[in-house]
């Protein structure tokens, strides 16, 4: 299978690269410390940073960017989702600043899913990036089995009450609000008593506590939520059919891999061992640069999967199947990449970016701690093989 862009697909990616280029500056992805599949940060001041987000995103919204495949009555310009695709694949090659939970996972659901109450209330301050939101699906006990979340939410008039636990909380502590899964019907069946809500970071009763990952960053989170009360109206669609809405949610998630971010990462490694093979300073063996053929690949595999993916959408059909193979290739591939860089760099491989001594600017030690998690978030390498075993080729369950 090939796939070709059309002339006007191509033209926008031309359009969107001459974008990116002009808005970011010259040595902003090459200061990047983001692993594809996981968390990073810039070696930029993190005030110059944040000036350089909020101007960046700024002029997306202005361009009806942020929300390149919404319907225009939403802020969005229509586009299919194949140059959504281009799009993402660009900026992620660059990388750019990404969009968030509400521009990739909130916002199509709630246009998929939700009352025309909940598009009033939400889709206008997510398409102008007005708030940001964290995922509030796992919990201590329930993470690839989210139809076992314990976290109620209680009527009480015209209010919900929320009691419960969610971990591994990305930017909980700097969104405004949370997209979460709650039990509304605690003695119901267990996939037909969730409901999907908003919530605000705001409201009493909620608690955020740092978690610090291997990498040393604080980007993950614990929750609590004691008696908080939500509005009725923050309910997203049917009461008990979030679960089911979720697993759309989860085929959004699975399509922000960062494509682009692989190749870019691929391409640095390439380069940094030819000029140190030049010098003398590296001598890649047989087996590595068969290794590095078979990463090279995968890549290709990955934006089979990821151009796939797209096309299915613009047909309308649901790509649960083709996503979760798309996860699965790009976040094993994640790990590929980590491995051969400390195979290939040895001892001054294991150096973090600070030391003199370090090698590849000190990304590989980063990029092994943080594929770790890559495998593990949005659905388990084991959980998407189940899918694509059972949904793809028949297989029955066990």
């Known amino acids: 299978m090939e796939f070709k862009f059309t002339e006007q697909e191509a033209a926008f990616r031309e359009e969107v690269e001459a974008f990116l280029i002009e808005e970011l500056p010259s040595d902003w992805a090459d200061k990047s410390r983001h692993w594809p599949g996981g968390y990073g940060t810039m070696e930029f001041p993190e005030e110059e940073q944040k000036k350089i987000n909020v101007r960046y995103k700024k002029k997306l919204a202005e361009k ?3 929300t390149i495949a919404w319907p225009s009555e939403f802020g969005g310009k229509e586009h299919t989702y194949m140059e959504q695709a281009i799009f993402d694949e660009r900026t992620t090659y660059y990388r750019a600043p990404g969009g968030g939970i509400g521009i990739g996972i909130a916002g199509p659901t709630i246009l998929t899913f939700g009352s025309e109450q909940n598009k009033q209330d939400w889709i206008p301050k997510i398409a102008t990036a007005e708030i940001e939101m964290w995922l509030g699906y796992s919990e201590p006990n329930s ?6 979340i314990e976290t109620t939410a209680i009527e009480e008039g015209d209010h919900y009450i929320i009691n419960g636990q969610k971990t591994w909380s990305t930017i909980a502590h700097t969104a405004d609000y949370a997209w979460m899964i709650v039990r509304t019907d605690p003695g119901g069946h267990r996939h037909k008593s969730i409901s999907m809500m908003v919530v605000d970071n705001k ?3 909620i608690t955020i506590r740092p978690l610090i990952n291997i990498a040393g960053m604080h980007s993950f989170n614990e929750v609590f939520f004691d008696n908080v009360k939500v509005p009725k109206e923050n309910l997203i669609g049917e009461k008990n059919m979030g679960f089911y809405y979720l697993m759309t949610a989860l085929d959004f998630e699975r399509l922000l891999v960062g494509i682009g971010g692989y190749k870019r990462v691929f391409e640095q490694f390439l380069a940094y061992i030819n000029a140190n093979e030049a010098n003398g300073q590296l001598n890649v063996d047989q087996s590595a640069r068969r290794r590095l053929a078979e990463i090279a690949t995968k890549i290709e595999v990955g934006y089979m999967f990821f151009w796939r993916t797209a096309e299915m959408l613009d047909k309308g059909q649901f790509p649960s199947v083709a996503s979760s193979a798309l996860k699965l290739v790009t976040t094993e591939l994640s790990r590929n990449l980590a491995d051969i860089t400390m195979e290939i760099l040895g001892p001054h491989g ?26 593990i978030g949005a659905g388990t390498s084991e959980i998407q093989r189940n899918i694509i075993a059972t949904r793809g080729l028949g297989l029955p369950t066990k």
Do not use: E, Q
């Open 64 to 66: 009806g960017w942020l």
């Open 143 to 148: 993470g690839s089995d989210l139809s076992s």
């Open 350 to 375: 294991l150096l973090m970016s600070g030391s003199k001594w370090a090698a590849f600017r000190g990304f590989s030690p980063r990029g092994y701690l943080d594929c770790i998690s890559a495998t």
């Open 203 to 205: 409201s009493p009763g």
